[in-house]
């Protein structure tokens, strides 16, 4: 049944973009995004692993990884979505391997193999027909344009905490990591998502939602992935990622009734080649997860 701390996270996280989505309907972005952190919070919290000591030296990249992996690229996902569909915003998630890659081989200053190098073309194409629907408006920055870049704008944070959170994960474990960026993120975003939450108008679809999503999301699923990573390659660990568009298209189209351009689909598939050619090697290592 090992194949379920994989399928599962990924499902979950697939299934992210339509909570966010459903919570758009009762609270303000930043309230969306306080209630996930803070929810995820106290959902790892319950997790005894997840609040063993780190290294004291670790602590300045943990609180960087509280930015650059949760406060901030969590904040961009609702204010996009006020713009586009929650399918739109799964599938150009899809590219996140994609500028993990090309940020790791820059950081790194050394060239990619040209099998990556040739993954990295093809899911740079495939992000562009995904976003060219949006960015193709006559109107200058209108509002998917804006949501386009916000979404993109959250995929290069993911990038960058990639290779911050690897060697942090590889010395301390990935949960008293990700439990403690949590708790960073949930400071930051506490003075403008608490607000957002007193104003809020709830629905049980909408409260129920952003329970999932944090409970879920930034709960349940990275402890299954963090379970995953020490059982099994990180190739496999990994193949989350390309469940999460497929989920959030059916999901989107499905529950919500979404229009999806058709070149944005094609890109969807384009881009997730490109990130099935960039797949880390089947030899075992630690895996990094990623929060949705």
Same mark, same amino acid.
């Given at each position: 049944?090992?194949?379920?701390?994989?399928?599962?996270?990924?499902?979950?996280?697939?299934?992210?973009?339509?909570?966010?989505?459903?919570?758009?309907?009762?609270?303000?972005?930043?309230?969306?995004?306080?209630?996930?952190?803070?929810?995820?919070?106290?959902?790892?919290?319950? %997790?005894? =692993? #997840?609040?063993?000591?780190? @290294?004291?030296?670790?602590? &300045?990249?943990? $609180?960087? /990884?509280?930015?650059?992996? *949760?406060?901030?690229?969590?904040?961009?996902?609702?204010?996009?979505?006020?713009? %586009?569909? =929650? #399918?739109?915003?799964?599938? @150009?998630?899809?590219?996140? &391997?994609?500028? $993990?890659? /090309?940020?790791?081989?820059? *950081?790194?200053?050394?060239?990619?193999?040209?099998?990556?190098?040739?993954?990295?073309?093809?899911?740079?194409?495939?992000?562009? @027909?995904?976003?060219?629907?949006?960015?193709?408006?006559?109107?200058?920055?209108?509002?998917?344009?804006?949501?386009?870049?916000?979404?993109?704008?959250?995929?290069?944070?993911?990038?960058?905490?990639?290779?911050?959170?690897?060697?942090?994960?590889?010395?301390?474990?990935?949960?008293?990591?990700?439990?403690?960026?949590?708790?960073?993120?949930?400071?930051?975003?506490?003075?403008?998502?608490?607000?957002?939450?007193?104003?809020?108008?709830?629905?049980?679809?909408?409260?129920?939602?952003?329970?999932?999503?944090?409970?879920?999301?930034?709960?349940?699923?990275?402890?299954?992935?963090?379970?995953?990573?020490?059982?099994?390659?990180?190739?496999?660990?990994?193949?989350?990622?390309?469940?999460?568009?497929?989920?959030?298209?059916?999901?989107?189209?499905?529950?919500?009734?979404?229009?999806?351009?058709?070149?944005?689909?094609?890109?969807?598939?384009?881009?997730?080649?490109?990130?099935?050619?960039?797949?880390?090697?089947?030899?075992?290592?630690?895996?990094?997860?990623?929060?949705?």
């Amino acid at each position: 049944m090992g194949w379920m701390l994989v399928v599962v996270p990924g499902l979950i996280w697939g299934a992210s973009f339509l909570f966010i989505a459903e919570g758009l309907e009762a609270v303000a972005p930043m309230g969306v995004t306080f209630m996930r952190i803070a929810v995820g919070f106290l959902t790892l919290s319950l %997790v005894p =692993s #997840a609040r063993r000591p780190i @290294l004291r030296s670790d602590w &300045p990249k943990t $609180a960087l /990884l509280g930015v650059l992996w *949760l406060a901030f690229p969590l904040s961009m996902f609702p204010f996009a979505e006020q713009h %586009v569909s =929650s #399918a739109l915003a799964g599938m @150009l998630n899809g590219a996140t &391997p994609i500028f $993990a890659a /090309l940020v790791a081989s820059l *950081l790194a200053r050394h060239a990619p193999s040209r099998k990556v190098s040739l993954g990295l073309a093809i899911g740079f194409a495939g992000a562009v @027909l995904i976003a060219l629907p949006g960015l193709s408006d006559p109107t200058p920055m209108s509002g998917q344009t804006r949501g386009v870049l916000m979404i993109l704008a959250a995929l290069v944070s993911y990038a960058f905490a990639y290779s911050v959170a690897r060697p942090l994960q590889q010395r301390n474990g990935a949960l008293p990591v990700v439990w403690r960026a949590l708790a960073v993120a949930f400071v930051l975003t506490a003075p403008f998502g608490a607000p957002a939450l007193a104003g809020a108008h709830w629905t049980a679809r909408s409260l129920g939602s952003l329970i999932a999503l944090g409970a879920l999301g930034t709960g349940v699923a990275y402890a299954m992935l963090a379970t995953a990573a020490g059982r099994m390659d990180a190739t496999r660990a990994a193949s989350n990622n390309f469940i999460i568009p497929v989920v959030s298209l059916l999901l989107g189209v499905g529950l919500r009734h979404e229009h999806v351009n058709g070149l944005s689909i094609v890109g969807a598939g384009v881009c997730l080649t490109g990130a099935w050619l960039i797949r880390p090697s089947a030899r075992p290592e630690p895996a990094s997860a990623a929060v949705r």
